[in-house]
């Protein structure tokens, strides 16, 4: 993505949409084969023995009958996954989802033309919202490029949920409400929505069929922020869409019984193309050091952004940025294209307007003013008080290794993600002594909806390869082996995952399915290896790639005692962002940074020392 063409006039975005290839449904045997490697790491012998009973018993009885369900489905949808996944992963989690389901992180903006400085907040938020509302205008018009893997296209449906969509709560289940189409498909909504000091104000971004320029958007901000300045604060409504999905249902369903008109207000935030938000705070942030403005990015203040907005655009005081985003409507690669797409931009403009500073006459922004009641305001504050008790919680270091990067991993003929991945499962067994369970993304957007697999990265051979590190009876030659080895492994997991041939939504769909038909859950879902290993949502390292572009992000960890990993490498440096419970005395993500660096050397001493 790093050399990405952003513009095409030749491909239209979405023409390949009808001849992609179905998501394919593994074969039994390979799944609870690859399952049974992937426990072994954390099994004992006995355990292992038990588990493989399990595994037997369930393939040759119930498991064969629920895979002939599963095909059945495969025969009927093109991607058998895509319901069950959006529902099990995002719509029916109860927990609050902005802290603990959103991703966030820093935008790279200040590594060229915009280092942080006072004073330049509207000017650098008008240019950026207009390169974001060109970006709109690209996947409208579909002149978007397809992303492709070699020569073969990729999935672009989850681009259409990056504007003018949004998550809305539900007692049992959320829903995802899409406002978005294309020029052909009809008008679509172009008004954003601006939040500032608990205030919530609306525009057209359009007029007269054209876009408004940066003169025209920084005229409009100037008169919000003039507004919140000089008059009280609003009452924080937004901070509601941090509560328990549940609850969050019923005060809002509450709102709208109050009064009719606070739906309309409701429908306006939803479709809006996304939320800027004007902020108050001066993270500090340097290009090696992003771990104040990721943690802002993550836990910021909830009563300027919209938590179930596809997109937050978060706009510091210091003219500095960052992201908030719901998880459920795509994955971070549609973020992380479009802020790249900005970052270009911004660099080859020198980070300036070089247009017309001609304003037209247009409207001026209106104010979206709800009708709330003392228990409104009750709501508004209990929500805001749990949100800060849990954000006060979260650690993050987010920093830029820099001694080097792609270039000298590539020359040392091994892939740069295999890299990191095994030098943080090499991290977590310094400092934990055991191997860390963990979830990488894999990529399945080869296929009709594909969106992600897991890919396990904790392997026997990971495992073998760490104990010799810190073995020091073993030579460098046997520690390189078993580096080769597990690297030989990784790559192997990974193009699996990404051509269709995981494990993990195969056994999620096979538990899903018996779920559907009312069976008993089988007692290979509560083997205590199960859980160990990462199944269930369990893993203790959630890890992905952010790509090989300027752009990081980042997320909580998956559970208590874990870390949330995400990262992106450039050829002279790895910028990563880790994340931990401060409540959990085991975890520590600074230290976990810190092993990071020192097992980056020794790997690379490793395979250098082979090459002499």
């Known amino acids: 993505m790093d050399n990405q063409v952003f513009e095409s006039t030749v491909e239209r975005t979405f023409q390949y949409q009808s001849s992609l290839p179905p998501l394919p449904v593994p074969s039994l045997e390979e799944s609870l084969q690859k399952y049974l490697d992937a426990v072994k790491p954390f099994s004992s ?277 960052g992201s908030n985003c719901d998880h459920a409507p795509y994955d971070a690669m549609v973020l992380v294209s479009m802020c790249y797409y900005i970052d270009q931009k911004l660099k080859a403009n020198e980070g300036k307007w070089k247009g017309s500073e001609v304003v037209r006459d247009i409207a001026q922004p209106e104010e979206l003013v709800f009708a709330v009641d003392e228990k409104v305001l009750q709501d508004i504050e209990l929500a805001k008080q749990q949100y800060h008790d849990k954000a006060q919680d979260l650690q993050v270091a987010s920093y830029a290794f820099t001694s080097f990067g792609k270039a000298a991993i590539k020359k040392r003929k091994v892939h740069p993600d295999t890299f990191v991945q095994l030098a943080l499962q090499l991290s977590y067994y310094r400092l934990h002594g055991k191997p860390g369970s963990c979830y990488e993304t894999a990529t399945t957007r080869r296929f009709y909806h594909g969106r992600t697999e897991t890919m396990r990265p904790c392997t026997e051979e990971s495992v073998e390869w760490c104990k010799a590190m810190l073995d020091p009876t073993l030579n460098t030659e046997k520690r390189r082996q078993r580096l080769l080895s597990a690297v030989a492994k990784h790559n192997t997991l990974m193009n699996e995952a990404q051509n269709g041939k995981g494990f993990d939504r195969h056994l999620l769909g096979l538990y899903l399915i018996a779920q559907e038909e009312g069976l008993p859950v089988h007692d290979l879902y509560n083997d205590p290896a199960y859980t160990k290993s990462g199944g269930g949502g369990h893993f203790v390292l959630s890890t992905s790639l952010v790509g090989y572009t300027t752009v990081l992000g980042g997320v909580v960890p998956m559970v208590h005692h874990g870390y949330g990993f995400f990262y992106r490498i450039r050829d002279d440096r790895i910028v990563a962002a880790c994340t931990a419970w401060k409540s959990c005395p085991e975890t520590d993500a600074d230290k976990l940074f810190q092993n990071l660096s020192k097992s980056f050397h020794d790997m690379l001493q490793l395979l250098t020392l082979s090459q002499l």
Not at 147 to 176: E, W
């Open 45 to 321: 012998k006995e355990d292992f023995k038990k588990t493989s009973e399990l595994v037997k018993g369930f393939g040759e009885g119930i498991g064969k009958e629920l895979h002939q369900k599963l095909l059945k489905r495969a025969r009927v949808k093109r991607n058998w996954l895509e319901e069950w996944w959006l529902n099990s992963a995002y719509l029916e989690v109860r927990i609050p989802s902005q802290l603990n389901v959103n991703f966030g992180g820093p935008a790279p903006y200040l590594e060229h033309y915009w280092p942080p400085k006072a004073g330049t907040q509207l000017e650098r938020s008008s240019i950026a919202v207009w390169y974001t509302l060109l970006y709109w205008d690209l996947i409208r018009t579909e002149r978007l490029a397809v992303h492709k893997a070699g020569s073969s296209p990729l999935d672009m449906d989850q681009f259409r949920n990056l504007y003018c969509t949004c998550k809305v709560p539900g007692v049992t289940r959320d829903a995802i409400i899409n406002y978005f189409k294309t020029e052909s498909e009809g008008r679509c909504p172009s008004h954003l929505v601006v939040m500032c000091r608990g205030r919530i104000f609306a525009f057209d971004a359009v007029h007269e069929d054209r876009i408004l320029s940066p003169p025209e958007l920084l005229r409009q901000f100037t008169i919000i922020r003039q507004r919140c300045d000089r008059e009280p604060n609003g009452v924080g409504l937004s901070a509601l869409t941090t509560e328990e999905r549940t609850r969050w249902a019923q005060a809002r369903q509450y709102l709208i019984e109050l009064d009719p008109k606070n739906l309309t207000l409701l429908e306006t935030i939803q479709s809006s193309l996304f939320v800027v938000s004007l902020d108050d705070v001066t993270p500090y942030s340097t290009p090696d050091n992003y771990t104040q403005m990721t943690l802002v990015a993550l836990t910021g203040d909830p009563t300027i952004r919209w938590g179930d907005k596809s997109y937050n655009f978060l706009c510091y005081a210091d003219g500095s940025f």
